[in-house]
């Protein structure tokens, strides 16, 4: 009896998730007029694809499709490249004075208030440099957001490798970026691989600097996109939803493709030998 309740409890948490998702799905292939229907239908009598195609053919989402894929992969490499070091150099050198802490907690408290909070004096430095409406501002954005949380998250992953191992490869003739490349980061990259999914997944979805920072369509997201189908007089839910599935979908293969190496980099260091 435990055992089924256990099961019933799953199913529905399970339903609970996933229609929300199934249900925008099938609002983006209906109808407009079945969108309304009392009662609603989850499987549309009249199937459509209209609303996808004037996204694409009407309101160009290619572009902001583009605008997302360099935004947030220039985010992710520029992110783990110098959290990757910063979170090393924390995690293996004794600074005086208690800095190793300072530091790290001075990195972590940068995630402790809302992003809102910066988004005037970032803005005013963006247009200082004159890269308001660029890739490169959001970029730069981006990566000032997500680098506390890389840095903070892959400490604790160098930490628990055994420093024995840098000082044997040293031994060997390695210098000390020669044993950091050839082999620490191969030991870490389930968590540097978790790491990046984090980061790709928040710069995918960040949707408060893109509407501040790219304030036109050359550089302007998808969650922009997605948004732009709310408009002052009414509410576009055959293109909301259309464009909802177009920003999810990718996500969602993506984390589907990569579980294994999020798992074990969620796990790495839980279990010792």
Same mark, same amino acid.
């Given at each position: 009896?435990?055992?089924?309740?256990?099961?019933?409890?799953?199913?529905?948490?399970?339903?609970?998730?996933?229609?929300?998702?199934?249900?925008?799905?099938?609002?983006?292939?209906?109808?407009?007029?079945?969108?309304?229907?009392?009662?609603?239908?989850?499987?549309?009598?009249?199937?459509?694809?209209?609303?996808?195609?004037?996204?694409? !053919?009407?309101?160009?989402?290619?572009?902001?499709?583009?605008?997302?894929?360099?935004?947030?992969?220039?985010?992710?490499?520029?992110?783990?490249?110098?959290?990757?070091?910063?979170?090393?150099?924390?995690?293996?050198?004794?600074?005086?004075?208690?800095?190793?802490?300072?530091?790290?907690?001075?990195?972590?408290?940068?995630?402790?208030?809302?992003?809102?909070?910066?988004?005037?004096?970032?803005?005013?430095?963006?247009?200082?440099?004159?890269?308001?409406?660029?890739?490169?501002?959001?970029?730069?954005?981006?990566?000032?957001?997500?680098?506390?949380?890389?840095?903070?998250?892959?400490?604790?992953?160098?930490?628990?490798?055994?420093?024995?191992?840098?000082?044997?490869?040293?031994?060997?003739?390695?210098?000390?970026?020669?044993?950091?490349? !050839?082999?620490?980061?191969?030991?870490?990259?389930?968590?540097?691989?978790?790491?990046?999914?984090?980061?790709?997944?928040?710069?995918?979805?960040?949707?408060?600097?893109?509407?501040?920072?790219?304030?036109?369509?050359?550089?302007?997201?998808?969650?922009?996109?997605?948004?732009? !189908?709310?408009?002052?007089?009414?509410?576009?839910?055959?293109?909301?939803?259309?464009?909802?599935?177009?920003?999810?979908?990718?996500?969602?293969?993506?984390?589907?493709?990569?579980?294994?190496?999020?798992?074990?980099?969620?796990?790495?260091?839980?279990?010792?030998?």
């Amino acid at each position: 009896m435990k055992s089924i309740l256990k099961l019933v409890f799953v199913i529905f948490i399970t339903i609970i998730v996933i229609f929300p998702v199934i249900w925008i799905i099938s609002t983006s292939i209906k109808n407009p007029i079945d969108i309304f229907t009392i009662p609603p239908e989850l499987v549309p009598p009249n199937m459509t694809i209209d609303h996808y195609s004037i996204l694409f !053919n009407e309101l160009g989402f290619l572009e902001y499709i583009r605008n997302s894929i360099i935004v947030t992969v220039s985010t992710v490499i520029v992110s783990l490249s110098i959290g990757m070091l910063a979170a090393y150099s924390l995690a293996r050198f004794k600074l005086p004075h208690n800095l190793n802490y300072q530091i790290s907690f001075w990195v972590l408290s940068t995630r402790m208030f809302p992003p809102i909070v910066t988004i005037i004096p970032l803005f005013s430095m963006l247009r200082l440099f004159h890269l308001i409406n660029s890739r490169t501002g959001l970029i730069i954005a981006y990566t000032a957001f997500n680098l506390p949380f890389a840095v903070w998250m892959m400490r604790g992953f160098f930490a628990e490798i055994p420093k024995e191992l840098e000082d044997a490869a040293m031994v060997d003739g390695y210098s000390r970026m020669g044993a950091f490349w !050839n082999i620490i980061v191969p030991i870490a990259r389930p968590g540097i691989i978790a790491t990046a999914i984090f980061i790709l997944i928040m710069s995918w979805n960040e949707f408060l600097f893109a509407l501040i920072l790219a304030q036109t369509k050359v550089s302007a997201t998808l969650p922009i996109g997605v948004a732009s !189908n709310v408009t002052q007089y009414q509410i576009l839910w055959g293109r909301l939803s259309a464009s909802g599935v177009i920003a999810m979908a990718p996500v969602l293969i993506f984390a589907f493709l990569v579980q294994k190496h999020l798992v074990r980099g969620m796990s790495m260091g839980a279990i010792k030998g």
